[in-house]
């Protein structure tokens, strides 16, 4: 198994940055493909962004494309969201998880239930 525990969450303007981190432990994060998930209040997780084990292939949805950039470091077992340009309507619940099968950048897996381990969740909150 592998925990995940993600920090950088909080407050921030309209137009500025944040970079989340997600801390794995119990397991080496090369063995995982990592996603960064976002959930509003009453809504699904979406799929924001998700990075290969060697973090050679990246998938990006398409609100955030240009804005927002995954990043893992497996010796330092975390996986990074630098999140740029910020619009309200980014503010969410993010949460990081780790998928133990494949990834394809073209065809996903792209839904919550494809991944097996989660973190607790970080608030983004964007004033405008």
């Known amino acids: 198994q592998v925990q995940l525990v993600e920090s950088g969450g909080g407050l921030v303007q309209a137009g500025g940055s944040l970079r989340l981190s997600c801390a794995a432990s119990g397991r080496t994060l090369s063995s995982y493909v990592m996603g960064w998930f976002r959930q509003a209040p009453g809504k699904g997780r979406e799929l924001v962004a998700a990075?290969?084990?060697?973090?050679?292939?990246?998938y990006y949805a398409d609100s955030v494309k240009g804005r927002f950039t995954i990043s893992r470091d497996n010796a330092k077992n975390t996986v990074y969201l630098q999140m740029n340009s910020l619009k309200p309507e980014d503010a969410d619940v993010y949460s990081c998880a780790a998928r133990g099968g494949g990834f394809s950048t073209t065809y996903g897996p792209r839904s919550d239930r494809a991944y097996d381990y989660w973190g607790q969740g970080t608030q983004v909150t964007v004033s405008s």
């Open positions: 990075i290969g084990r060697s973090g050679g292939s990246t």
